[in-house]
């Protein structure tokens, strides 16, 4: 039997158990309602990603000034 190879392409800069555990739903949805996201209008994961990480991932994860700057732009 040939081996398996598990191949992993780290795109975000952080790969761990923790990241893995903080983006089931519960847990997302708690970090949602505690940043004050849910309160504007950011109330599921789904919509997080559609309209804060995804347009703005290209230059957030390009810019020197920060992610967290790009979101607060958006």
Not at 12 to 29: A, Q
């Amino acid at each position: 039997m040939e081996p398996e190879k598990l191949i992993i392409f780290k795109y975000s800069g952080t790969l761990s158990l923790d990241t893995v555990l903080f983006t089931r739903p519960g847990n997302l949805m708690k970090e949602l309602r505690g940043s004050g996201l849910v309160d504007l209008g950011i109330t599921s994961p789904e919509i997080s990603w559609e309209e804060i990480v995804n347009p703005t991932w290209e230059e957030g994860s390009a810019a020197s000034f920060g992610y967290k700057k790009v979101m607060a732009k958006r």
